[in-house]
């Protein structure tokens, strides 16, 4: 005997079948339930503004005034430095965002026909569902819209939900009426506080389709979570995470409701805030509930805007840029901007947290690709986060092709598959 031990079994291939019998149900509910991130673009934020005063020179205006109002305060290299951007990155920064707020001041917008619009009457809003149609189409048509656009119509509650249906009705038939629907249509169900609300929307995604004769499964929409009925039902339950999955696959994000949901705990108004621990426990819930579906997660918002004096406005950019901040380096990349001047500080904090964090990335990655020796010994899930991390970046504009191909020796195509691997694709 020399000590070695044979390479043998004792399972038959029967154990094995039994094995895979116990687990088919398992192996079928994760491929379905939780198909992963499909990669396709996430805004970095959402503009909110009342149907009614939306119109197509609306996007070149929300920038002009942004830039405008950060001349008026010494420019974006000061404010750069004002919200703490390190020197080192500062000028590249301040350039990004200059681009950004020229080429692309907003990434995603909603039409408001909820608490930004109010009660109007059915005929004022039916007239401005029309024109929120049209609007839409034009400025897809003439290419200034921005990646995502789409209306928020009044919840399903039971005072405001036949108005909400109706102007969910007239908005897609006027779509389709003047030539389909966008590419990055989004629809945003508001004040959900139980699934039986979520379920009722897909059965009104599912008639809207066979009426106007749209492929199935076409419509999704985000759920707006501002209630703590979703955080926990009366039988205990948290139906946050049972929605997402008896919504046949429509629900494509969770947006926090900064002050509904802060107001429904009956927090006062002075300490409603998006770090309030009541929001961070609502949102972690929601994280945790979504992790692996593919659904995207949303921040709010802060309603202090920089306006006013300069020591109000620059007040409210550290406030909202020190917001922003948090909430990417908790794993929130989205969030609501309710002013032009928002836009400032969402970019810089934005732009800040992806460069300060690029070279350690870029490396590490880079390192991992090349199976090249490093102090530290990154595995598959942390190479995804890192690819991830990258990808983003790119996205919002933060950091370029060229030296992301230079710095990591891959391709926008590679670290996209590295980011999502196509076992995560749906």
């Known amino acids: 005997m020399d000590g070695t031990v044979a390479a043998g079994t004792g399972l038959s291939q029967s154990d094995h079948a039994t ?25 970095v934020h959402t503009v909110y503004v009342p149907a009614d005063q939306f119109g197509p020179d609306f996007f070149a205006d929300w920038g002009r005034r942004a830039i405008d109002t950060v001349r008026e305060h010494g420019g974006l290299g000061a404010l750069c430095t004002v919200l703490g ?48 149609a049209t609007a839409v189409v034009a400025v ?23 108005r909400g249906i109706r102007t969910l009705d007239i908005f897609i038939g006027g779509l389709v009426a003047l030539g389909g629907l966008p590419d990055g249509l989004v629809l945003t169900l508001p004040k959900v506080s139980t699934v039986s609300q979520v379920e009722a929307m897909v059965y ?20 707006q979570m ?17 929605l ?75 406030l909202h840029a020190r917001l922003v901040r948090r909430s990417l380096e908790r794993g929130y990349y989205q969030g609501w901007d309710l002013h032009p001047a928002q836009l400032a500080s969402r970019y810089i904090a934005t732009y800040s947290f992806y460069r300060e964090g690029y070279p350690a990335a870029a490396l590490r990655l880079n390192n991992y690709v090349n199976n090249t020796a490093s102090g530290t010994m990154d595995e598959p899930a942390t ?33 996209s598959a590295l980011a999502y691997p196509p076992k995560n694709k749906s």
């Open 19 to 43: 094995a895979d019998g116990m687990l088919r149900e398992t192996d079928a509910l994760l491929a379905r339930e939780y198909p992963g991130d499909d990669g396709h673009r996430q805004p």
């Open 85 to 132: 951007v390190p020197s080192d990155l500062g000028e590249a920064v301040a350039a990004r965002v200059a681009d950004k707020l020229e080429s692309e001041p907003i990434e995603d917008i909603r039409l408001d026909f909820e608490d930004g619009y109010g009660d109007r009457g059915d005929a004022a809003e039916d007239a401005d569902a029309v024109a929120a």
């Open 140 to 162: 897809v048509s003439d290419g200034t819209a921005p990646p995502f656009i789409g209306i928020r119509f009044k919840c399903f509650e039971s005072a405001t939900r036949a």
């Open 204 to 223: 009104v995604c599912e008639r809207l389709e066979a009426v106007h004769g749209l492929d199935a499964g076409r419509l999704t929409f985000e759920v």
């Open 226 to 242: 501002e209630t703590p009925q979703l955080i926990l039902a009366l039988d205990g339950t948290v139906p946050v995470a049972q």
């Open 244 to 318: 997402l999955h008896r919504a046949k696959g429509r629900v494509s994000a969770l947006h926090y409701g900064t002050y509904d949901y802060s107001a429904s705990l009956g927090i006062s108004a002075e300490y409603q805030s998006m770090e309030h621990p009541a929001a961070d426990y609502a949102k972690q819930v929601m994280q945790v509930a979504v992790a692996g579906t593919g659904v995207r997660l949303s921040d709010g918002s802060s309603n202090v805007i920089p306006v006013g004096d300069p020591d109000a406005v620059l007040a409210a950019w550290k």
């Open 383 to 415: 190479a995804r986060a890192l690819a991830n991390f990258i990808s983003r970046g790119l996205s919002c504009g933060a950091l370029t092709d060229r030296e992301v191909g230079s710095d990591t020796s891959l391709t926008a195509a590679e670290l």
